[in-house]
């Protein structure tokens, strides 16, 4: 018997792994990288995450908190693979992100992760049907399929009646509705969001929450936040300063 299949056998299965998972990540950006400093290496580094591990489970909603400049976003643009760490490792739905090209983390994102941004980042000329619809045009689904599937995402988030609207014609807290209804069309096995609430009143944000809630019974819901709301509904509070986790529990 091979070594890789005796090894293989002996391995927890899959669903064991953590849905996320980072391990002693360093993330350094280079400050003022311009025509002051005579090349971009003499310019000085800020280390946004020093030595940040973490592990999250499919069906846990975890917030990440801590005050401006503490390393949320950094830390969730490396957990959506949108960015990879200068040091450590991070594991997406057991994928080790550092591994992959730029082309392999691209589709790990549209297979496997649903992002969600403070602004929204909805298509103005597109209605709301179309742009929940649009992440399945890469996946080759057929309109009329890419459609249905996106009336269906309308529908649990309580928008079945503005699909034929555009942003510009939805509130904020609608927009963002569409905005998770999107990250979600793929059933994506982890869902990350910055600061959701961050543009909403709290009535909205509240019902912003409720269908975030709801979707991390069968994945994984991360989000950065400043908002004692939702930092008071996660299943778990995960605090960084200065690029450190201060406390997770
Ligand atoms: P938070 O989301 O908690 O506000 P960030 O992750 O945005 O924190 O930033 C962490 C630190 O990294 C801050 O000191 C910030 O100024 C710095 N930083 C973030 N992005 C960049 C960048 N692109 N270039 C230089 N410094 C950055």
């Known amino acids: 018997m091979s070594e890789s299949v005796s090894e293989s056998r002996l391995s927890p299965p899959p669903e064991a792994s953590p849905a996320l998972s980072c391990k002693n990540v360093v993330r350094e950006y280079r400050r003022g990288s311009n025509s002051l400093f005579a090349s971009s290496a003499d310019a ?7 030595g940040v591990s973490l592990a999250i489970s499919t069906g846990e909603f975890v917030a990440i908190a ?7 976003s950094t830390l969730l643009h490396l957990l959506s693979a949108l960015d990879t760490p200068d040091s450590g490792d991070v594991s997406v739905a057991g994928t080790d992100v550092r591994s992959l090209s730029s082309r392999g983390r691209t589709r790990l994102r549209r297979t496997t992760i649903g992002i969600v941004f403070q602004h929204f980042h909805l298509l103005p000329s597109l209605s709301a049907r179309s742009n929940v619809a649009l992440p399945l045009v890469e996946h080759g689904v057929s309109k009329r399929a890419r459609h249905e599937r996106a009336d269906e995402l ?22 963002q509705r569409v905005a998770i209804a999107r990250a979600l069309v793929s059933d994506p096995a982890v869902l990350v969001a910055d600061e959701p609430t961050g543009e909403l009143d709290t009535e909205t944000g509240h019902r912003v929450l409720d269908y975030v809630e709801q979707t991390a019974a069968n994945r994984a819901v991360v989000v950065a936040t400043h908002d004692e709301h939702v930092i008071e509904r996660a299943d778990r509070v995960i605090r960084l300063r200065d690029g450190i986790v201060v406390s997770d529990g």
């Open 44 to 50: 000085p580094t800020v280390r946004a995450l020093d």
């Open 66 to 72: 801590g005050p401006s400049g503490s390393g949320k």
């Open 154 to 175: 309308l529908s649990q988030v309580e928008l079945a009646d503005r699909a034929d609207h555009t942003p510009g014609e939805l509130s904020g807290g609608e927009q």
